[in-house]
């Protein structure tokens, strides 16, 4: 069974410093991992996601994350956070072969001015 | 822009109600979904459908329906509310390709008094 694990509800960080959203995932054969945010009272939005390559991949706003295989581990990072960046984020996986996408449990960011 | 787009944005319905739950995307994707948010929960799968009268369940269907007549429109039935149905409920389209990202409605809030 696929699954994914956010251990952190909620991380707080100062505007400028750097972020991380950990999240760990539990599947059979390749996964494949995505990142999503969501605003106040809206939808959630693409992030960015993992397919095969490259272990570091570049997603929108500045955002990226690293795949680790040995840790099966897909945390999200920026190099330097906004005010703006506060909203609840959510990581997911899908193992091959399989159509559905599994979330985990969201973690909220606040960064502070 | 392309977009999926949730009939409701909040819905209040009496406990037994039939409720209806609407989404449409337009963007000819073959794949929809139908996900509720909870807090502390994150994103279960409710269904999914991969073509037009095609669907299969996901890992809380109990107490759901869902009806694709045709391919743009997936619809969430509630067949007989009940409080523990209070939630927010997210639409979501794919392309076929597994790998492509989901894409969100802004969500209905409904709740069942």
């Known amino acids: 069974a696929q699954s994914v694990a956010q251990p952190e509800d909620q991380v707080n960080v100062a505007e400028g410093n750097p972020l991380t959203v950990k999240c760990t995932y539990s599947?059979?054969?390749?996964?494949?991992l995505f990142w999503y945010v969501q605003y106040p009272n809206r939808g959630l939005q693409f992030l960015l996601k993992?397919?095969?390559?490259?272990?570091l991949v570049k997603g929108s706003y500045g955002f990226e994350a690293e795949f680790n295989k040995s840790q099966t581990s897909f945390h999200l990072k920026k190099p330097s956070a906004l005010v703006s960046d506060s909203a609840l984020y959510f990581c997911a996986v899908r193992a091959t072969g399989f159509q559905k996408l599994v979330f985990g449990t969201g973690t909220r960011l606040l960064v502070s001015p | 822009d392309v977009k999926v787009t949730q009939s409701s944005r909040y819905l209040v319905k009496r406990t037994g109600e039939k409720v209806f739950l609407e989404c449409v995307q337009d963007m000819d994707h073959e794949n929809m979904f139908w996900y509720r948010q909870d807090p502390g929960l994150g994103l279960r799968l409710i269904y999914f459908s991969y073509d037009v009268k095609m669907k299969e369940k996901g890992d809380i269907p109990e107490g759901y329906s869902v009806s694709r007549e045709k391919k743009e429109r997936f619809s969430l039935i509630l067949e007989s509310a009940s409080t523990n149905q209070t939630s927010m409920y997210l639409c979501?389209?794919?392309?076929?390709?597994?790998?492509?990202?989901?894409?969100f409605g802004s969500g209905t809030q409904l709740s069942v008094l």
């Open positions: 599947v059979s054969g390749n996964p494949y």
């Open positions: 993992y397919i095969t390559g490259d272990n």
């Open positions: 979501a389209s794919r392309e076929q390709r597994i790998n492509e990202k989901l894409l």
